[in-house]
């Protein structure tokens, strides 16, 4: 019920007011080409009158099929994410689907909530970005016929479609930039470490250590969160410690992460960015560019994830007996900036 306390207007006023029957209204609403000009005229007329907006969701429930897609990322605050949502929305609108978006917030039991609530509207299909693992919800939704397309983590070949960045070699090529720059003792910030696309960074990371020629070495500093305040507490904490214990670069598994790491640097304790502490981020959102001091980054590409998605998803909707999945990996870019200049 609407705010004003009035019930909302429903197709047998806007048949009443016009002077036609139901039949006529539905058919204005849905097949106006079976309607007089005329006739089409006064029900538009009424509707505007009385304000009547009509029951989408019932009449695709009645369908059985809906022109939206539900889109679960992980963290809705992160700027990689919202670029990610912007690839998907354009390819969307294309095809005549909007996008429902839903911020599981890294948060596995929010996550669910939001694959219950897009299958009961009967979306078209469910693009997710999971929080752990995924495999038992995709095939439940699949058996219910709801199509769905795993963004930003690699899927078995036999469950469904899957657009993903190689965060093993991001990884890899972090440290490796490190390195180069005469940087040994690196320290790597992230987490929770059960976050796959954390846990597949660091493994890279680990790589390139272990192939490094010059004694380089790596430790793990968990962040509880993958944001700014995060990456700021953990900067704060590594401020406490001996001087002589400090990295002399750390890669962080995200931007925002490194961004926190930075503020703590450089507004607590003066810290020099590189030439103290060198700092690598990664997805190279848009203000890794702009921060105090320009941040390296391990480019990830945001958009053309989210319209690859679109595309595999509604291919399987509109073609389910000729589908066949894919998984499909980007490479990731490294972007260097003034916050890893050579140590050497």
């Known amino acids: ?53 009509r029951n989408d969701a019932a009449r695709q429930l009645k369908a059985g099929k809906s022109k939206t897609i539900g889109l679960i990322v992980l ?7 919202g670029e990610l949502a912007r690839g998907a929305e354009d390819p969307a609108h294309d095809h005549n689907y909007s996008v429902l978006l839903g911020n599981s917030g890294h948060d596995g039991d929010r996550e669910g909530q939001y694959v219950s609530l897009f299958e009961e509207q009967r979306v078209g299909g469910v693009l997710i970005s999971p929080v752990g693992e995924i495999a038992e919800v995709v095939a439940n939704l699949r058996t219910h016929g709801t199509q769905t397309v795993l963004v930003d983590r690699k899927a078995d070949a036999s469950l469904c479609c899957s657009v993903s960045v190689d965060d093993v070699a991001g990884g890899r090529i972090a440290v490796e930039h490190l390195i180069g720059q005469g940087f040994k003792k690196i ?45 700021r507490e953990v ?31 450089m507004f607590k304790a003066k810290v020099r960015i590189p030439e103290d502490i060198a700092v690598i981020g990664y997805d190279d959102i848009d203000f890794a560019e702009a921060a105090v001091v320009p941040l390296s980054s391990v480019k990830q590409p945001a958009g053309l994830l989210g319209s690859t998605a679109i595309e595999m998803l509604v291919d399987e909707i509109d073609n389910p007996m000729r589908h066949k999945h894919r998984q499909i990996t980007f490479q990731p870019e490294l972007v260097i900036r003034e916050s890893t200049a050579s140590k050497n």
């Open 235 to 265: 900067g704060e904490a590594l401020l406490l410690e001996k001087r002589e214990n400090w990295p002399d670069a750390i890669f962080a598994a995200n931007d925002l992460l490194a961004v926190g790491l930075v503020q703590a640097f």
């Open 1 to 53: 019920m609407p705010a004003n306390g009035k019930p909302r207007p429903s197709i047998q006023d806007v048949a009443r007011l016009a002077g036609v029957s139901l039949g006529t209204v539905s058919n204005v609403l849905n097949s106006p080409d079976r309607v007089k000009d005329a006739t089409i005229a006064k029900v538009s007329r009424a509707i505007d009158q009385l304000g009547f907006v």
């Open 187 to 231: 320290a790597f910030v992230g987490g929770p470490l059960n976050i796959q696309q954390v846990a597949d960074r660091l493994l890279g990371a680990k790589d390139a250590v272990r192939a490094s020629k010059q004694g380089a070495t790596i430790k793990v500093l968990k962040s509880r969160n993958m944001n700014v305040l995060a990456g």
């Open 75 to 81: 963290d809705a605050s992160n700027p990689f994410f």
